[in-house]
């Protein structure tokens, strides 16, 4: 009851700041222009409130409801120096903004191509560098997103450092694509995203863009529930220096050195990062041991640059995917099932990105990136009691008796290669249309291997004896096309068409269920369409449709025949949305239907080479409303909430359930059943109190409604709903010695709910009796981090 109490408190709240009585009086109307020209699609913001609006196609602006007082208008436009004016609307009524082009070409430039705007008519949310450093202590990126709407996020070893995950509108990682600069990141097989690989990546990004739904992401494997797309470090002019260091609750710690050179002769800068992450995790010997670095070197003039990235994570981690039993919950939150003391995952991911971008014309400039990523680890297990045919090994022979099973530990390997190119033409006219034309190609190598190292009754083996050997290939590759036209001054439409294409080659069963070298290749259309209708300065309309789809993971194609082999999903996404701002407060209602055929889930049922794989339901669904608003409740007092409520569902679901009685399976039917991992309400907060310039204190909270393991909708195997609370304390002083120094302290789970995040459960049927094993993967309680930044 107090959890639904507070969640219906949260939802008030919301509620209430769309009522908030707001006295504006005044107005004024202008035009932006570079020497030359009107700047259409300018920003035009007032500073210190949530009031703005973007310059039409023949450079206009206005902006009403504004009181009294002078006010400091802002203007802004990508490739162009903003440019602040101060003013009296009650004096001025007309104002002229002329906007200068950078003398030297700036990095945001690359990702346009991939980014939403606001006449994008999608739901995306953008998390600034600032938002990032503020949450930053070490811990993954999954983490610092929490609080952004429709997320959910878990950590395996339940303190936000090592293996995490995120989840969006539902949606796991394998159906979130992200980007590192416009360059695909997501891993090609199973098309998921392994932010441990990249330790303390947080900073060295510049933005991160979320877009829920579709998106308009046009590079790497389609997105499926929601993209992510991720800047790194932007051209910074002057020289500087920076040291964090930070500690906390479960032996966590991290020591991050940045420097960086600024603009050498006009022309040059240098940027480079060290860090070393280390966490003892919150389950049982889930320890985490993480270092990477990040060098960048960039060439820059008035119209084009070149920049070579090169950045590595090494990760080595403790195994704690096993979960925790349910019967242990209460007992035991921390229990690991492994016990052998090098269970653990060794990885490098060392990544090279070579990105370049020229202004061909005024009207017309051109994107180019080429990328090379070289993957290669393993983990350990120990392996007890196990046959000796399972690693294509004989029998043992001592004497007249035969050893048919032993203790083995082994490593599973996956060495790998992946590279390729992303490009566009972008074309501004500075009038009524802006378009983008470009694509991608890439092609994945992959080597999987298992070795054994060792047997506690050898027999006739040697060290590293390979017990599998797989080699996979993938090539994908995108053209895309897409526009923006301002039909009138307060109509913009948008079109976007992609043809996405997958060639893969892996080893799979024929229909003799023989291992043979399998080919899959498959061809998608992927158009999307949106208006947007501005109705006033404070009141934006906006409605989208777009189509995507996605191929079977690699455990799907491997583990099936030709005959059984899944089809690719499709998904039909409808947005629509409503921007409201005044002064003090900004709100954002956003409506979706993604409507899915063919979606993969786990059903139970074994297939035709005896594999628990993922089937094709033929028609499921997410429908929700997604609302954020900010207020400036007082002149140091400012909250930023966010509420998602959803309706996730398949309409027709058969359960496949073992029966060890007769070793066969069975079947059961339900109608209208919840999809898996899909909570039907998520919330967020962040109340910022500064009671002075030096002191910030946050309250930030995060609501996440009840979730099932599997699609049955059954009581007996869910996830409870649970609400967090975390306080977060930043004092920043400027000595003259520094640019800044910042203290933050992070009170994680203040309140110490007791709560899982993630986990699963298998069903079977055993002495006539249906029994659910459910898994967890709890959440730490209450702990903390603290952390000091220095920048010079």
Known sequence: MKKQTTYFSLSTALLWLLVVPVWAQLSISGTVRDTDDPLPGAAITVEGTYIGTFADANGVFRLSNLKPGLITLRASLLGYEAQTQTIDPAQMKTVSITLQKTAIAVDEVVVSATRANQKSAIAYTDVTRRDLTKLNLGQDIPQLLNFTPSIVTTSDAGAGVGYTGIRIRGSDATRVNVTLNGIPYNDAESQGTFFVNMPDFASSVSSIQIQRGIGTSTNGAGAFGASVNIQTNSLEKK??????????????????????TGLLNNHFVVDARLSRIYSDGFIDRAFSDLRSFYVSGGYYTGKSFIRLNIFSGQEQTYQSWGGVPENLLKTNRTFNPYTYDNETDNYQQDQYQLITSHELSRKWRSNVSFFYTRGRGYFEQFRPDEPYSDYGLPNVMIGDSTIRQTDFIRRRWLDNHFYGTVFSFDYNSFGKLTANIGGGWNQYQGKHFGEIIWARIAGNTNIRDRYYDNDATKTDANLYAKAFYQ?????????????????????????????????ANLTFFNPKAGLTYVLNDRNTLYTSVGVGHREPNRDNFTQSTPASRPKAERLIDYEAGWKWQTQRLAFTANAYYMNYRNQLVLSGQINDVGAYNRVNIPVSYRAGLELEAGAKLAQKLRWNVNATFSRNRIRNFTEFIDNFDTGEQESRTYRETDISFSPNVIAGSQLLFTPANKLE???????????????????????????????????????????????TLLLNNVLNELYESNGYTYAYISEGRLIADNYFYPQAGRNFLAGIRMRF
């Open 239 to 260: 020289p500087y220096a920076e040291a964090n260091l930070s500690g906390g609750s479960f032996g966590t710690r991290r020591a991050t050195v940045m420097a960086g």
């Open 487 to 519: 039909f009138t001054p307060n109509l913009n439409a948008f079109a976007d068409l992609q043809v996405r294409t997958v060639g893969y080659s892996f080893l799979g069963f024929d229909g003799q269920l023989r291992n043979v070298q399998q080919t």
């Open 697 to 743: 204190l946050s309250l930030l909270s995060k609501y996440v409604g009840q979730q099932y393991l599997d699609n049955t909708s059954n009581a007996s195997r869910r996830l409870d709903p649970y609400f967090t609370n975390d306080i977060r304390v930043i004092y920043t002083i400027k000595p003259s010695f520094a640019q800044e120094i910042s203290f």
